[in-house]
């Protein structure tokens, strides 16, 4: 069974940085692809990055390309979000979500976070 928590969100300015967690309380986290989404109120969740099984591959949405890094730590059950040069765009509630498959399409994940707040500040 998947458990995902996230964690790491918060308040920052424009032209800031934060990392985002996302831990797995499970047996079978390096099993997954972890995908980030995040959604913006009034707005549908999007795809922001992926990683595959074992952190060879990744795959960034347009926007955030060149800003946010996503990576794993199997050991530690743990997917990370670096995000930098934050834009006040940036600002939505971002989730953690794994997936049998390298995919990019929010209906193919199977388990999700609870979400984290991420605020860019003008």
């Known amino acids: 069974q998947v458990q995902l928590v996230e964690s790491g969100g918060g308040l920052v300015q424009a032209g800031g940085s934060l990392r985002l967690s996302c831990r797995d309380s499970g047996r079978t986290f390096s099993s997954y692809v972890m995908g980030w989404f995040r959604q913006a109120p009034g707005k549908e969740r999007v795809f922001v990055a992926a990683i595959n099984w074992s952190g060879g591959t990744t795959y960034y949405a347009d926007s955030v390309k060149g800003r946010f890094t996503i990576s794993r730590d199997n050991g530690k059950n743990t997917v990370y979000l670096q995000m930098n040069s934050l834009k006040p765009e940036d600002t939505a509630v971002y989730y953690c979500?794994?997936?049998?498959?390298?995919?990019?399409?929010?209906?193919?994940?199977?388990?999700w976070g609870q979400g984290t707040q991420v605020t860019v500040s003008s």
């Open positions: 979500a794994a997936a049998q498959r390298f995919v990019m399409r929010r209906e193919d994940y199977e388990y």
